[in-house]
C-alpha cells in the first residue's frame, strides 16, 4: 500500500495555477502529461483567491483546475491554503501577525504572518479547511490533504500578549502550581521569584541572558503551539475527509519543532529538501535528513519539494549541473521517499521566487531543464517498484530535540560550538561513506533491533532515558557533553553524567573546552577483549586502535573513572595522560569532540558485525543504499567509479543485466533489482 493511492511512485511538483491565465492550463496539464507527471501540489498559498471576504468563498477556479487535471490522470495534493492570511483579515485584525523578541510586530507582505497562538488564525484555518474538505470531499482527483505550508521556516515564535496568555496556560499545564514552576525553573537565581501567573511571559529581549529553563520551555510550546494550529485543521479534515491522508511539508532537520511530535499528528511525513549544489558535503547531508524523514514514522516518506535547478533565497542560487537533479531525486527514492517532487511545475514570472528553478523553465520546453524532467520522468516510472519498500537499519543515531534546545541555548554554557547537526554529521558521514543503512531514533523507541545506536550527544537526560539506554542489549557509544541536566535544564546532583554514571563507568569532573583554532593530541590504546565472543561476530578482540594519533577539536573534558577501560588518552595539554575515551562493557563514551571519529566507530561495528549493504566499503563518493531488494548505487564523485556488487541483478535504470561490478559515471546512478 502507497502513501496515497496513486500507483507506484509520485512524480510531480507544486503547482500555482492562479499566478497564470487559463490558456496556459491546457499546455500545463499536456506537458504534464508528457513529463509523466502523476500528482500537483495545489492551492498553498491561495487563502487570499479563495475566501475573497469573511466567509466569501470564490472556488470557481480551483473546482475547474482540479477537474481539468483529473482529466488528465493527474491527482492532487491539496493545500488548505493557510499558510498565508489574507490582506482583509490582517487588517480587520491588527493582533494577528507575529511579533519579534524586541516587541516590533511585522508587517503583511510576506508569508507566515500570523501569531500561532492568534484564535482570529486558528479560527480561521479551521473555517477555510472545514470550507475546502467540504467542497472537494468527494473530488475524484484528491489524494492527500497539505496542511500549512514549511510550518516554523519564517515564522517560528510570536511574543505578543496573546502568546503570552497562551504560554501563561500551558506553563499552568505543565507545573499546576507556581512553586513548581519556581523550582523547576530556578527563580531564586537572580531574583526571578514569581507570585503570580500573570507576571510571566515569553523570554523578551532583556537586559541580558534570560533564564535558560525559560527558554526550554519556550521552545517547547513554541513547537506545541504550531503543532496545535496543524492539529486544528487535521481535525476538520479527519472529520468531513476520513480516507484522505493528511501531511505537512516538513523542513529536513528543523531545530525549532520536535518532529518525533509533529509526524506522530501526521499520516504521511513529507519533506521539503534542498540540498546545495555548491556544498560537497550536499550529498551526505541529505541523506541524513532523509533518514530522519524514514525513521519518523519508521515508514516510507515524500520528497514533496526540491529544486529542479537553483533556489531564490541563498546569498549565492548555484544551479544543477547536468545530471545532478536526477541524481538527487534517486538519493531521496534510495532513502525511502516514494516520490520525487519539486518546487515547482511552472517557473514564476513574478514574486520572491521568479528566479527559483522548475521543472518547466522560463525558456519553455527547448531547454535543458525541460529535457532532464522528461528523462526524470521516465527514471520514476523504471522504477515504480520501489514504492512501499522499507530499509533495515542495524545502526541508530540518537536526536532528541528537547535536548538540543538545551544544548544551544544562548548565552549560558561552557561552549557554544557544540551544535547538534554538526554532532549528528559527524558520526554518519562516516557510516554513510561506508554504505551503512542508519536509522534515527528519539530516546524511548524499542533500540532493540539495532545493533550498534550512537547518542552524538545527550546533554538533557532523565532517568528514565538512562534506564532504556541501560536496558539496550547492543554496542553503545555516548558522545561527550551528555547526561548534564534533567527535563528542567538543572545539573544533575553529583554532576555529569548524572544517570549515566553507572552505564559509562566514570564521572565528568571539569569541563575543558577547546579555544578555536587550537587541537588536541588523543592518543589510542589498545582496545581491551570483551570477554566471550559474541557468537557469529568476526572474531576481533583487540583491533589494535592502539598507537594511533587522533585528533581533538572544540571539546574535551576531565574525566574520573569509576570501572571504565581507557581506549584513549590525552597527550599533551591541561589534560596530558587523562582518559579521552573509554569502555564499560559494551558501552563506549567520548569525552572529546574527534575530528574524524572513524577508527573508533569501525572497531564498534566490527565488533559488532556491521558491515555495509554491498559488503565493502564503496568507492569514495560512490553512496549505496538498499531499499527492499533494491541495491542503489549513486555516484556524486568527480570520476568514474567501478563498484564491486554483491549479488547479481537487473539495472532497473538501462535494463542491463549486471554481476561482479559496475563501471558508475560521475553524477550516474544504477538501481539494480536484486
Ligand atoms: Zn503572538
Not at 513574478?350 to 528553478?357: A, D, L, M, N, R
Request: charged share 20%; aromatic share 8%; hydrophobic share 40%.
Amino acid at each position: 500500500m502507497g502513501l496515497t493511492r496513486v500507483p507506484g511512485l509520485l512524480f510531480g511538483g507544486d503547482y500555482n495555477p492562479e499566478q497564470w491565465p487559463e490558456e496556459v492550463w491546457d499546455q500545463d496539464v499536456r506537458l504534464m502529461a508528457e513529463a509523466g507527471v502523476n500528482v500537483v501540489t495545489v492551492a498553498v498559498f491561495s487563502w487570499s483567491r479563495l475566501e475573497t471576504a469573511p466567509g466569501v468563498f470564490d472556488f470557481g477556479w480551483l473546482d475547474r483546475i482540479l477537474d481539468l487535471l483529473h482529466a488528465h490522470g493527474i491527482a492532487v495534493d491539496l493545500a488548505t491554503a493557510t499558510a498565508t492570511p489574507p490582506p482583509w483579515l490582517v487588517r480587520r485584525h491588527p493582533g494577528l501577525p507575529p511579533v519579534d523578541a524586541a516587541g516590533t510586530r511585522l508587517e503583511f507582505g510576506s508569508r507566515q504572518g500570523y501569531c500561532p497562538s492568534s484564535p482570529v488564525f486558528r479560527e480561521g484555518t479551521r473555517r477555510l479547511a472545514r470550507a475546502m474538505a467540504e467542497r472537494y470531499r468527494d473530488h475524484p482527483a484528491l489524494v492527500l490533504w497539505h496542511v500549512g505550508n514549511e510550518y516554523g521556516d519564517h515564522t517560528v515564535e510570536c511574543f505578543c500578549e496573546e502568546s503570552a496568555r497562551d504560554f501563561r496556560r500551558w506553563l499552568q499545564a505543565r507545573y499546576g502550581t507556581l512553586d513548581g514552576l519556581n523550582a523547576a525553573w530556578g527563580t531564586s537565581c537572580w531574583g526571578q521569584h514569581y507570585t503570580d501567573w500573570t507576571q510571566l511571559a515569553p523570554p523578551r529581549k532583556a537586559p541580558g541572558p534570560v533564564n535558560p529553563a525559560q527558554v526550554l520551555d519556550w521552545r517547547r510550546f513554541s513547537s506545541d503551539a504550531l503543532l496545535a494550529c496543524f492539529e486544528a485543521e487535521r481535525e476538520v479534515l479527519k472529520e468531513v475527509t476520513p480516507d484522505i491522508p493528511v501531511t505537512t511539508n516538513f523542513m529536513s532537520i528543523l531545530h525549532h519543532l520536535d518532529y518525533w511530535k509533529w509526524a506522530a499528528a501526521e499520516d504521511v511525513v513529507s519533506d521539503d529538501a534542498y540540498p546545495d549544489p555548491a556544498d560537497p558535503r550536499a550529498a551526505v547531508k541529505a541523506a541524513l535528513s532523509y533518514d530522519l524523514m524514514r525513521s519518523l514514522k519508521q515508514q516510507p516518506w515524500l520528497l514533496l519539494e526540491s529544486a529542479p535547478g537553483a533556489v531564490s533565497w541563498r546569498a549565492v542560487n548555484v544551479p544543477k549541473e547536468p545530471g545532478v537533479m536526477r541524481l538527487h531525486s534517486l538519493q531521496a527514492l534510495a532513502h525511502g521517499s516514494d516520490g520525487v517532487m519539486f518546487f515547482q511545475w511552472r517557473q514564476a514570472r513574478y514574486g520572491p521566487e521568479k528566479f527559483h528553478s522548475a521543472m518547466l523553465p522560463h525558456g519553455g520546453t527547448d531547454t535543458r531543464q525541460w529535457r532532464e524532467t522528461l528523462a526524470l520522468g521516465a527514471d520514476v516510472r523504471r522504477l515504480a517498484g520501489v514504492a512501499g519498500s522499507g530499509t533495515r537499519a542495524e545502526v541508530a543515531l540518537l536526536l532528541d530535540w528537547e535536548s538540543w534546545w538545551g544544548l544551544e541555548a544562548p548565552e549560558s554554557l561552557p561552549s557554544d560550538r557544540l551544535r547538534l547537526h554538526a554532532l549528528l554529521l559527524s558520526w554518519y558521514a562516516p557510516l554513510h561513506a561506508r554504505g551503512i543503512a542508519v536509522d534515527l531514533a528519539p530516546p524511548g523507541r524499542d533500540l532493540s533491533g539495532y545493533k550498534v545506536v550512537i547518542a552524538p550527544n545527550l546533554y538533557l537526560c532523565t532517568a528514565e532515558q538512562a534506564a532504556d539506554l541501560a536496558a539496550f542489549p547492543g554496542r553503545l557509544v555516548v558522545g561527550p557533553f551528555s547526561g548534564v541536566v534533567d527535563a528542567a535544564d538543572q545539573v544533575h546532583a553529583g554532576g555529569p553524567p548524572g544517570p549515566l554514571r553507572e552505564l559509562l563507568g566514570l564521572r565528568v569532573e571539569e569541563f575543558w573546552p577547546i579555544p578555536d583554532g587550537l587541537t588536541q593530541d588523543v592518543l589510542a590504546q589498545d582496545v581491551p577483549a570483551e570477554g566471550a565472543p559474541t557468537p557469529g561476530a568476526p572474531g576481533r578482540g583487540a583491533p589494535g586502535l592502539g598507537g594511533r594519533t587522533l585528533t581533538a577539536r572544540t571539546w574535551s573534558e576531565w574525566l574520573e573513572l569509576d570501572d571504565a577501560h581507557v581506549l584513549a588518552r590525552y597527550r599533551g595539554g591541561p589534560l596530558d595522560g587523562r582518559p579521552a575515551v573509554t569502555r564499560r562493557g559494551a558501552v563506549t563514551y567520548l569525552g572529546c569532540l574527534l575530528d574524524d571519529p572513524s577508527p573508533v566507530l569501525d572497531e564498534v561495528l566490527d565488533a559488532a558485525g556491521v558491515t555495509g549493504v554491498t559488503g565493502a566499503k564503496p568507492p569514495a563518493g560512490v553512496e549505496a543504499c538498499r531499499r527492499g531488494d533494491h541495491l542503489f548505487l549513486l555516484n556524486h564523485g568527480a570520476a568514474a567509479a567501478t563498484v564491486p556488487l554483491p549479488a547479481s541483478g537487473t539495472d532497473l535504470l538501462t535494463g542491463r543485466h549486471l554481476h561482479g561490478s559496475v563501471v558508475i559515471a560521475p553524477r550516474d546512478a544504477v538501481v539494480l533489482k536484486l
